[in-house]
């Protein structure tokens, strides 16, 4: 084999590795049990959201829907403490996290409520988050996917709501 072969093949090996790097693994939407009911979940999760600046586009309490409209979060920028790359993953270019390289962050959530049988409540978390960048080219977006921290976070900052107001027993 001539080099000029040797060095497409490598090349093309090369490609085939970074384009696998750079898309993020896929996780579903998030569900947990809560013990309390779907009336107590509903509003300690909208207060939750909302202590945390996020912005409830929506509420219903009849089919338990909240979704929030777009957090937002510019370079460097934290949510909780952590950068966007914390809690999501938007794949990689280059070998570095389009999350910790974007321009903007975008974060969305809804949260569905469920009763269950026996009285508690069913929580479907569901995050749809983006990364923006600008360049010499205009803007790109990456679609990014939870790391499932930000509905991890939700369900321990409501389980600690329902706690102290004495709406859920145990954890």
Known sequence: MNTAV?????????LILVA?????KQVGPQVFTLEAAPD???????????EWNMIVAHSDKETGVITTDQYVLGRGDEF???????W????????ISRAATAD???????????????????????????AY????????????????RFEAKL???LRARLADTGEQEGR
């Not at 999501?88 to 070998?95: M, S, T, V």
């Not at 360049?135 to 499932?148: E, F």
């Open 133 to 148: 960048e600008e360049d010499a080219m205009g803007a790109a977006t990456a679609r990014c996917v939870s790391r499932g």
């Open 155 to 157: 369900v321990e900052a």
């Open 6 to 14: 040797r060095t497409a093949l490598r090349c093309s090996c090369l």
């Open 88 to 95: 999501a993953d938007c794949g990689k270019e280059l070998f």
């Open 104 to 130: 903007e962050f975008r974060m969305r959530c809804s949260v569905t409520l469920r009763p269950t049988e026996d009285g508690k409540t069913e929580l479907l978390v569901q995050t749809n988050m983006s």
């Open 20 to 24: 696998a790097c750079a898309r993020p």
């Open 40 to 50: 107590a979940v509903f509003a300690q999760a909208i207060g939750q959201l909302s």
């Open 80 to 86: 909780l403490g952590e950068g966007a790359g914390y």
